[in-house]
């Protein structure tokens, strides 16, 4: 069982108040047993919490599934649009709400040495980096918040629309695009800017970032039937997914 970190900082009070009781607790059986049956109800009430968390969570990957499976029925259509299309552009799917964040640097600090570590990079290729002694080194890039707006996912880009910054990304001129778990968050890195970006958003039911660019890149690819074929293969995973959990939530 998969407890929080507040959920677990109770269970260590409650156990250690009873060590340090055990000695009196040992020579009062009803204190023992009223003690005991704390515990146990204290923990049902976690798992039940977690239990019921879980359940409104796949209730909403449902939801999400079905949105999907509405797409793949090449229902693409935005509602009040305010967004300015070029020749043959089509937009696919927007999203309200996104964070976008930006990879910046964290700074300085002096360390010990370190052995190699194994860098995960696009696709399957890796890099490895050598060891290193001691000294000053540059804290790893962070990536942090910029700005909160609509993001727009079109056939030929990915245009993000805040209330003090706007970023283009054009599909011709991808170098990377990475998601997330579910699509939750979405790596974009392009040719003619330097740093990488990241969309993030978390709206249930609606796509996740990763959904509506791998549905995009679908439509630029394969047209409007590529992307419907793309929104029910993701609303197929997606409700496999939830039904096998479901599956597990009734054996418990």
């Not at 909403?60 to 649009?81: D, I, M, R, S, T």
Request: net charge neutral; hydrophobic share 45%; with cysteine.
């Amino acid at each position: 069982m998969n407890i929080s970190w507040g959920q677990g900082c109770l269970l260590v009070i409650v156990l250690t108040f009873l060590i340090a009781s055990i000695e009196p607790l040992l020579k009062n059986p009803v204190a023992l047993i009223i003690v005991l049956a704390v515990i146990a109800l204290l923990v049902f009430m976690i798992v039940r919490y977690r239990r019921g968390k879980r359940i409104e969570t796949l209730n909403l990957l449902e939801q999400q599934a079905q949105n999907l499976a509405k797409l793949a029925e090449g229902n693409f259509e935005v509602e009040n649009l305010y967004f300015t299309t070029k020749q043959d552009e089509v937009v696919v799917h927007r999203l309200e709400k996104v964070v976008l964040k930006e990879y910046r640097s964290a700074g300085s600090n002096f360390g010990g040495g370190y052995g190699g570590v194994s860098i995960p990079l696009f696709g399957n290729v890796g890099a490895n980096v050598g060891g290193m002694r001691g000294g000053s080194t540059r804290k790893p890039e962070e990536s942090t918040p910029i700005d909160v707006g609509v993001v727009t996912f079109t056939n030929q880009r990915i245009v993000f629309a805040g209330d003090n910054v706007v970023r283009e990304f054009d599909l011709d001129k991808l170098v990377n695009l990475e998601a997330g778990d579910n699509g939750i968050t979405l790596e974009i890195s392009v040719s003619n800017r330097d740093k990488t970006s990241v969309l993030q958003a978390a709206n249930m039911p609606d796509l996740t970032p990763g959904m509506a660019a791998s549905i995009a890149l679908a439509w630029r690819k394969d047209g409007k039937q590529g992307a419907m074929a793309d929104a029910k293969d993701l609303g197929d995973r997606l409700s496999a997914v939830v039904e096998n959990d479901r599956k597990k939530l009734g054996k418990l």
